[in-house]
């Protein structure tokens, strides 16, 4: 069952089981605003259970680029595809999000962004990463890091 996620008012509908579930829905509130005002697009999420395909493909680009497994389990799965890219995000129990944007034409840019709620510490596996800051109004410190995928998925 899919649901809108509203920027105005922020809810941890789909969150509650998570230790930073106020920063996380914040997170993910931010990355709706920038959807909206970017590409007029409404930000929606599915349960991860009923996307475990994608899942499984943000899992596999990690596995495949960089030896990352994820230890957290997936809450919540976004899908856009606005632009000419392909845009997944993972919202994860431990209050991390996953992106990734994926260009459809060959060449296009291509890249796995990781963003760190406000409070959680850095994950193990995404220890080898530098976190930069940014505050945000709807999610207090965000931490984010990324790389380049240079396969083919």
Known sequence: MSH??????????????????????????????????????????????????TVAWVARILRDERGIVVASRPLEVSIADVDGIHWVHVFYESGLAINVLYGVEPGSKRAVGFKLSEGMEVPAELGAFKFARQKSKLAGVIRGSYFVIKGEY
Request: hydrophobic content about 45%.
């Open 4 to 53: 809108i996620v509203d920027f105005v008012t922020v809810s941890t509908q789909g969150l509650e089981s998570s230790p930073f579930a106020d920063a996380l829905a914040g997170l993910r509130a931010n990355e709706a605003r920038y959807f909206r005002n970017k590409y007029d697009h409404v930000f929606t999420v599915t349960p991860a259970a009923e996307a475990a395909e």
